[in-house]
């Protein structure tokens, strides 16, 4: 089982997609009077559910931020594959 130090440990790869995503993450968890760094003090259950729902708050944020840029693409008549 992973400890709450391995939940929110660094990414192996820094990028815009991923300090991205850590926003959304950190906005997420702000909604609910938390940072990153404050689950570490919570019970590790709590910890996991916070995590679980900031990670699909993030996951369907990044899709939206996909989608625009694919209908930005179509807009100006760039074609991209899938």
Do not use: K
């Not at 993030?58 to 209908?71: F, H, K, P, Q």
Request: hydrophobic share 40%; proline share 2%.
């Amino acid at each position: 089982m992973s400890t709450q130090r391995e939940l929110i440990s660094e990414p192996i790869a820094w990028g815009f997609q991923t300090s991205l995503e850590r926003a959304y993450i950190e906005e997420y968890l702000s909604q609910f009077g938390y940072s990153l760094e404050s689950l570490e003090y919570l019970p590790t259950e709590r910890a996991i559910e916070l995590m679980r729902g900031a990670s699909q708050f993030a996951s369907l944020r990044m899709c939206e931020v996909e989608a625009r840029s694919g209908l930005l693409d179509a807009i100006h008549g760039n074609v991209r594959s899938l």
